[in-house]
């Protein structure tokens, strides 16, 4: 009999442009970073994601989204948790080429559990 992984519940807020290209990949990857982008960063807490998702996503798209999805917790092992501010401001640092081995290590779907306006469209997926 096999056992399920160990699993580390991440969320990751993000805007409309992010998250159809989440919904296209069947809602289990992240896309690749843009050259500006070195560093992907899901984060350890709801509450956090829900700060960035309403009070930097909307005003930058107009509209903010928070997902939650599963990652191996042997994987993230491999990365320390960064403190990017107060005791609660806790993310993990994933550079932009372990992306898709990062990929690879989610279980289950990334599901998006708020959004900013409460009414703000979602992609269709594939």
């Known amino acids: 009999m096999t056992t399920a992984p ?5 969320w990751r807020p993000t805007g409309l442009s992010e998250l159809a290209l989440v919904a296209e990949s069947g809602w289990r990857t992240w896309p690749p970073r843009l050259p500006d982008q070195p560093i992907f960063y899901p984060v350890l807490n709801e509450a956090y994601a829900v700060l960035i998702a309403r009070d930097w996503n909307v005003p930058a798209s107009g509209a903010g989204y928070v997902t939650r999805f599963e990652v191996r917790t042997d994987y993230l092992d491999n990365y320390d948790v960064q403190q990017a501010g107060g005791r609660d401001i806790l993310e993990y640092w994933i550079p932009a080429e372990d992306l898709e081995e990062f990929n690879r290590n989610i279980i289950g779907a ?6 900013f306006p409460a009414n703000a469209p979602l992609p269709d997926g594939p």
């Open 6 to 10: 160990r699993t580390t519940v991440l």
């Open 110 to 115: 990334i599901e998006v559990v708020r959004r």
